[in-house]
């Protein structure tokens, strides 16, 4: 039994091996950018899902550019930081124009420009990103956009 063991295990061994690219001395994958949303008021600067006036069941997100299609998201809540985050955008070079609604009041359009480059270490540059009808702060520490509403 232990013969057989060693000869499975030196079975597996001979089939791991490199390439011989020098240029790429390991695989490695970096998946997209998740973008992620705090929704504030002008006024109060509080997050308007914490404070209640707004509800995570009435965000709708559509692409403009893809016949206002639903767009996935997922919503954070926990420890009183509710956000809105799109992890969907950037698996493959694409445009987006999102267009992000809440109980019927539009919020911000959110434009990306993503090119999907398949490489030894397979990454997303992003050509552009914009957010419009909404003023917004991008925090470079934790890179959340904290969108101010009216």
């Known amino acids: ?3 057989i ?19 790429c001395n390991q695989l490695c994958f970096t998946p997209p950018q998740v973008f992620e949303f705090e929704i504030v008021g002008k006024e109060s600067g509080e997050n308007l899902f914490t ?11 559509t692409d403009i550019l893809n016949n206002n299609e639903s767009v996935e998201f997922s919503f954070i809540s926990e420890n009183s930081v509710n956000l809105i985050a799109i992890s969907s955008i950037g698996w493959e ?13 539009h919020i911000f359009n ?34 959340i956009y904290k969108v101010i509403v009216e």
């Open 110 to 143: 959110f434009y990306v420009d993503a090119e999907r480059i398949n490489d030894c270490c397979s990454h997303t540059a992003y050509n552009e990103i914009t957010i419009t009808d909404a003023a917004f702060e991008l925090d470079s520490q934790t890179g």
């Open 51 to 61: 404070n209640g006036t707004f509800n995570s069941n009435d965000i709708v997100i």
């Open 93 to 105: 070079t694409e445009i987006v124009n999102l267009k992000i609604d809440i109980a019927d009041n």
């Open 5 to 23: 063991n060693l000869i499975l295990i030196l079975f597996a061994i001979s089939f791991q091996g490199c390439n011989g690219d020098d240029e």
């Open 1 to 3: 039994m232990k013969k």
